[in-house]
């Protein structure tokens, strides 16, 4: 519970962060044409482990919407906010998850080692947040000519910073399909694994579901692409992006996984904790519709007048 609120605390720094951010850029930005945008994207969702959980494997889907704002302070830099709505539907799947248990004592008083094979842990996330970005974006020149049509070239734009995240909803389900307990005697250099009333043989796992609401979660942003003027007020940017979780959400939830040695453990089946670290990756194509505000044309005061003679 504390890990929570000290992220909430965060979040709470960094909407205020931003609000110090949009103030200086409406001071210090009047000569430059800031941006309000529309934005989809979509792609691949995924863990990442740290380190490296063998036999294991995950992938799943990602898609968001968001509503921004672009306030530049030079005609090449800018930073970005906004409010964005995101889903991820990700699983994740480890063919076997091996436990050894030293110096156990059995009922005859003989010491020996547990060996213990969880076999096809299987997550599954669904996914719902909130999230503001914080963006530094920096993007080629581009010719500021009346006649909009003659600036049409393509710019290139990239952008970097953090995603402050609210995970407003997490359903989850996991499940394990069986355990495999042995045990070896180093006194007698020998195994035993079909005792079943020792805990010795093979037993079928269990599963469990739920839904954490409310977590929060700071992801490092990076996208670039390309930019494209398509109206005398208006742009469409096509790029690609990388989101990666900086912090754990879903980590007071986790159990490790070698408290799981017994068949009666799995009675209280809950998510593992199968690596040190667990960041959460999204990756894709994102597009945005930007409009900037239109400037009035200038109009001569003698317009239409005939001097007379």
């Known amino acids: 519970m504390k890990r929570v609120v000290i992220h909430k605390y965060n979040l709470l720094v960094f909407l205020f962060f931003i609000g110090v951010t949009l103030s200086v850029l409406s001071t210090s930005g009047q000569k430059n044409q800031h941006e309000y945008s529309i934005s989809c994207g979509g792609g691949v969702s995924a863990f990442f482990y740290q380190p490296h959980v063998k036999n294991s494997n995950s992938i799943g889907f990602y898609g968001d919407a968001a509503v921004g704002f672009t306030g530049f302070f030079s005609p090449q830099w800018g930073i970005h906010t906004g409010l964005g709505l995101g889903l991820n539907n990700v699983s994740v799947k480890v063919k076997e998850l091996n436990t050894i248990t030293p110096k156990q004592i059995d009922r005859n008083n003989f010491p020996f080692d547990l060996y213990t094979t969880l076999h096809d842990y299987q997550e599954n996330h669904q996914i719902i947040s909130l999230y503001i970005p914080l963006m530094l974006q920096f993007q080629t020149a581009q010719e500021q000519n009346r006649n909009w049509t003659k600036g049409k070239k393509a710019g290139y734009y990239v952008m970097g910073g953090v995603k402050a995240l609210l995970l407003v909803s997490n359903k989850h389900e ?5 355990l495999y307990n042995a045990a070896y005697y180093p006194e007698f250099d020998n195994w035993a694994a079909t005792q079943i009333f020792a805990g010795l043989s093979k ?3 269990n599963n ?3 839904n954490l609401k409310l977590n929060a979660m700071i992801s490092f942003a990076f996208e670039t ?3 494209w003027r398509i109206g005398k007020n208006t742009f469409l940017y096509s790029g690609v992006f990388f989101d ?9 939830n986790r159990q490790p996984f070698s408290l799981y040695i017994y068949a009666e453990k799995l009675e209280h089946f809950t998510l593992l904790s199968i690596s040190k670290r667990m960041h959460l990756i999204n990756t894709g194509i994102k597009l945005r519709l930007a409009f900037i505000k239109a400037t009035p044309e200038f109009a001569c005061p003698y317009q239409g007048r005939v001097r007379n003679k």
């Open 174 to 178: 996991a499940k394990v399909k069986s």
């Open 203 to 205: 037993f079928d796992g």
């Open 208 to 210: 469990t579901d739920g």
């Open 225 to 227: 692409g390309l930019k």
């Open 244 to 252: 990666c979780g900086l912090n754990d959400p879903f980590k007071n």
